[in-house]
Every structure is written in C-alpha cells, then in structure tokens.
C-alpha cells in the first residue's frame, strides 16, 4: 500500500475521520455523506448574510464558494483540533482534501486566498506560524477580504474607531505604550486614558504559554504590535488575548 503523503507543515493532530464532503453550510462548515457536520478550527470567516440584512458583513457567500471550490464532493482527511467540537456538536477539525494522492489543506488555501483570517486559537506553534504568514502575504497583496475597507487593520491610536466595531473579529495595530499588571491580569496599553483607550488584557496564568512562544508579553512596551480577537468593551475598547497567536510584532515589516 501507497505510503498516505504528509504535507510540510501539520496542522492538526491524528486522524479523526474520513469522508465525502456533500454540502457546503458556509465558508468553515460543511456536511459530510454520513450526515455528520464539520467546522473547520483555527480560522475565521465571514458569516452568509441574512436576507434583506443590509448591515451584515461582505464576503461570506464568496467564502462558501471558496470553500466549495477546495473540497465539495471531495474526500476529505479530517485531523484532531484543539476542541473536539462545539455546542451544536459540529465536529471541529483541520480538513485536507484528498486529490490524486496528493493532501489539499482547507484552511492553508482558504487563508491563502484572503477568504479567510486566523482565528484566536491555532494550538500549534507551527501552524500558527505557517498561517499567520499565508495570511500577512494575502493581507499585504490586497486579495480576497483584504481588498474591502471593512477588514482592513484597526488603528489603536483611533479607540473610537476600535470600539465602534464592538463585537466584531478584528485585527487592531498599534504601539504599546506601557505593559502593567493589577491581580492576576497583565494589560498592554495603546495609550494613557485606560478608561478610553485600546487595551489587551492578559491572565497571568497564561503568561507561560506567549514565553514559550517566544513572546516577551513585559517587553512589549515600546514596540508596535498586532492583536486580533473579539473586540469588547471595559471603559474604552479591549481585547482578551489568551493564546499567543493572537499578538504579533509588528515594528520590523
């Protein structure tokens, strides 16, 4: 028997299952012919739009399609995420698409493609690494929803502009200004007003884990960052970072 070909970089842990992919729900979720539904894990995309929602965001029935193109009718390899599923008991996991021999991975290609962005939780180090660079290189080029004014990078030193997107998934770059600590909680902050200003806060406890990563959360004061994750709201506009993929350097590009 043909030895399974692995791709360069594994995103994922072992094999789940394995299946035909019959229908597209939208751009992270499809039907497989057993029934059984699958979320892809580590990214995120745009919803579909309601009918007659005039407010929703762009992009999601392009990124259905997207994902269609990539693995409908396909048999697809489904590896182990970092959750085994989600309340509605969809099966989360990293999904390659198997053609001529060959493994397609459908969140590599969906980021690629800029129908995607990195979510705020990969696992991996490595992974976040390989999609966190197919990312900046789609963001850079200007493709997909990266071509839309709506995804482009919030500017930390606008905290208005940060809070009105409250709620939303978003990428926010700024320089932190100072990195202090009250109780168990670290807070990176864009500016001085903690009561209006962008501020990412951090538990202590998962301080290890942005070390391992090689992320020196105190010695982020000084250096321009980017941080993406759900955008809230305590005084002015803040991010809850609990996994290192959600901050990067940004004073070297």
Same mark, same amino acid.
């Given at each position: 028997?043909?030895?399974?070909? *692995?791709?360069?970089?594994?995103?994922?842990? &072992?094999?789940?299952?394995?299946?035909?992919?019959?229908?597209?729900?939208?751009?992270?979720?499809?039907?497989? &012919?057993?029934?059984?539904?699958?979320?892809?894990?580590?990214?995120?995309?745009?919803?579909?739009?309601?009918?007659?929602?005039?407010?929703?965001?762009?992009?999601?029935?392009?990124?259905?399609?997207?994902?269609?193109?990539?693995?409908?009718? &396909?048999?697809?390899?489904?590896?182990?995420?970092?959750?085994?599923?989600?309340?509605?008991?969809?099966?989360?996991?990293?999904?390659?698409?198997?053609?001529?021999?060959?493994?397609?991975?459908?969140?590599?290609?969906?980021?690629?493609?800029?129908?995607?962005?990195?979510?705020?939780?990969?696992?991996?180090?490595?992974?976040?690494?390989?999609?966190?660079?197919?990312?900046?290189?789609?963001?850079?080029?200007?493709?997909?929803?990266?071509?839309?004014?709506?995804? +482009?990078?919030?500017?930390?030193?606008?905290?208005? +502009?940060?809070?009105? *997107?409250?709620?939303?998934?978003?990428?926010?770059?700024?320089?932190?200004?100072?990195?202090?600590?009250?109780?168990?909680?670290?807070?990176?902050?864009?500016?001085?007003?903690?009561?209006?200003?962008?501020?990412?806060?951090?538990?202590?406890?998962?301080?290890?884990?942005?070390?391992?990563?090689?992320? &020196?959360?105190?010695?982020? +004061?000084?250096?321009?960052?980017?941080?993406?994750?759900?955008?809230?709201?305590?005084?002015?506009?803040?991010?809850?970072?609990?996994?290192?993929? *959600?901050?990067?350097?940004?004073?070297?590009?």
């Amino acid at each position: 028997m043909a030895q399974e070909q *692995q791709p360069a970089i594994r995103c994922g842990g &072992d094999t789940i299952a394995r299946g035909t992919v019959s229908r597209i729900l939208d751009g992270r979720t499809f039907a497989l &012919d057993d029934g059984h539904e699958v979320r892809l894990a580590a990214i995120e995309v745009p919803p579909l739009a309601l009918p007659q929602d005039s407010a929703a965001a762009p992009g999601g029935a392009d990124a259905k399609a997207a994902l269609d193109a990539l693995v409908g009718g &396909d048999e697809v390899v489904l590896r182990r995420a970092e959750l085994p599923s989600d309340r509605y008991a969809r099966l989360f996991a990293y999904a390659y698409a198997v053609r001529d021999g060959e493994e397609l991975f459908a969140q590599g290609e969906m980021i690629s493609s800029g129908f995607a962005r990195v979510g705020d939780w990969v696992g991996s180090r490595a992974c976040a690494a390989e999609l966190l660079n197919r990312e900046n290189a789609a963001r850079k080029a200007k493709i997909g929803l990266w071509a839309q004014p709506y995804y +482009a990078v919030l500017n930390a030193e606008t905290p208005a +502009a940060v809070l009105a *997107q409250r709620g939303r998934f978003a990428l926010v770059e700024g320089k932190v200004v100072s990195v202090g600590e009250s109780g168990a909680t670290l807070y990176l902050n864009f500016g001085r007003r903690w009561s209006e200003d962008f501020t990412v806060t951090i538990l202590k406890r998962n301080e290890r884990n942005f070390a391992a990563a090689g992320l &020196d959360l105190k010695g982020l +004061a000084g250096r321009r960052v980017r941080v993406r994750g759900w955008i809230e709201q305590r005084g002015g506009p803040w991010i809850e970072a609990a996994h290192p993929e *959600q901050i990067e350097t940004a004073d070297r590009e």
